[in-house]
């Protein structure tokens, strides 16, 4: 017991400045070098793996591309690879857009995922932008060919991760969520019978669509486009798919979440202008106040639905258990409360966008997300987020040089884009108790 306790101590004096630090024992300085000798060892290995899976991705053959992708998609969720990330960025990047642009279904799908995490790995800034610049065209092409569900849903939720971390402004994220919408709604030339979406791609559309509607400030409002938006999930209420219904319900309860219709009907009474566009505005008001009472008494139905003759009862009780909660919300203004354990400590959210955005990185992450919430930090600064020291061994994880660079140099670009991304954060904090927004995007 004594000698562990020794041990963490003389690590925490390894890591400060003081001169004295250097005066532990040396059999303990022993032990904790074999300690940190296999950790970078281990660190080596993996960094090797990683290396030969890249040059597998010059391969003509494209099933050894897909099992390259594969293994990257592996290395980065057991754990972030921030000194492979800093020497092979660009590389890795380009190589992923190859796979985008001429692999198959499976290939382009793996790819995706790996920009995804790559990007998540980075963290905002200079970066991150480059992916989301370099790959948004590049994506939205590969969207109009809907040849393969997986290969879709995974392109939309790399669209959805890409811009979270690297949209410099609304205009980037308005333009996302515009692609996304037209997955959904499909606009092709005259004579040309567009592709009707399954349930599952509308689904993944909505999750996505309504991730990046979590970051959207307070400061734009469209009473049509609000209006579209509302009409159109109302619509998927009615559909039959619970998956489908539960995302129309958060992205209905993170609209009402992120809006004011307080706020829009005071403007619309205080107004003394008798103008057409005032008694256009007037009526959109009125009309959008019959869709709330229309959507809250569907999702009132929804809430008490009972089962049907083949359905899943877990699907029914996650159904009636979302909706319930909405319509509390709706109803009384009480957001959902959870928490989620991550090594001893509670990751809590107390609005519809936090658990819109916990679900959706739960998904996309997978069996990562625990790694990733205890090491990511770009995680712990959306979230709020501080976990327990990862303790390696018995000894503190010591962070590599390409982390300390990438983290915690103060003049580091990816430090001054988590500055500006905290910034948003809390702005977007405040807008949502005072502002109003919301998308839609023109005829269904």
Not at 101 to 113: D, F, P, R, V
Not at 195 to 222: E, H, Q, R
């Amino acid at each position: 017991m004594g000698k562990r306790s020794s041990q963490k101590k003389n690590v925490a004096m390894l890591d400060s400045d003081d001169a004295s630090s250097v005066s532990s024992s040396s059999s303990t300085m022993r032990s904790e070098n074999m300690v940190f000798s296999n950790v970078e060892e281990v660190q080596v290995d993996k960094d090797s793996l990683l290396d030969q899976c890249l040059d597998a991705l010059y391969e003509k053959r494209g099933s050894t591309r897909e099992k390259a992708l594969s293994s990257i998609v592996e290395a980065f969720n057991n754990s972030l690879q921030h000194e492979f990330v800093e020497n092979k960025f660009a590389t890795l990047l380009h190589q992923c857009l190859n796979s985008i642009k001429k692999g198959s279904a499976k290939e382009i799908a793996l790819a995706s995922h790996v920009i995804g995490l790559l990007a998540l790995t980075i963290g905002p800034g200079e970066k991150a932008q480059e992916i989301l610049e370099e790959s948004l065209s590049l994506i939205s092409e590969a969207l109009k060919s809907r040849s393969e569900p997986s290969k879709i849903s995974s392109l939309l939720e790399c669209l959805a991760i890409i811009t979270f971390i690297g949209g410099e402004g609304p205009e980037e994220t308005e333009k996302s969520m515009q692609i996304m919408w037209q997955v959904a709604h499909p606009k092709l030339g005259p004579n040309v019978a567009a592709a009707k979406p399954s349930p599952a791609m509308i689904t993944t559309v909505v999750s996505a669509w309504s991730f990046l509607l979590t970051t959207v400030d307070g400061g734009t409002f469209n009473s049509k486009s609000w209006q579209e938006s509302i009409s159109y999930f109302s619509s998927l209420l009615d559909k039959e798919d619970r998956s489908l219904r539960i995302a129309a319900g958060e992205a209905l309860a993170l609209i009402f979440e992120i809006g004011s219709l307080d706020k829009f009907s005071a403007e619309a009474k205080g107004s003394s202008d008798i103008s057409t566009e005032a008694e256009n505005g007037q009526r959109q008001l009125v009309h959008i106040q019959g869709l709330r009472t229309k959507v809250l008494n569907q999702m009132s139905d929804l809430s008490v639905e009972a089962g049907g003759k083949g359905s899943a009862k877990k699907d029914l009780n996650n159904q009636r258990n979302t909706f319930r909660d909405i319509v509390e919300f709706l109803e009384d203004g009480h957001t959902p409360e959870t928490s989620v354990k991550i090594g001893g400590e509670s990751l809590n959210t107390t609005t519809w966008a936090q658990l819109i955005q916990l679900n959706f990185l739960k998904h996309f992450l997978g069996g990562g997300f625990v790694k990733h919430m205890q090491e990511n930090e770009f995680l712990h600064d959306v979230f709020g987020f501080m976990p327990k020291k990862k303790i390696v061994s018995g000894v503190e994880h010591r962070m590599s040089g390409g982390e300390k660079r990438m983290y915690k140099s103060p003049n580091s670009v990816l430090n001054k884009a988590r500055t500006q991304f905290l910034n948003k954060q809390r702005m977007l904090s405040q807008d949502k108790n005072t502002g109003h927004y919301a998308v839609g995007y023109g005829d269904e």
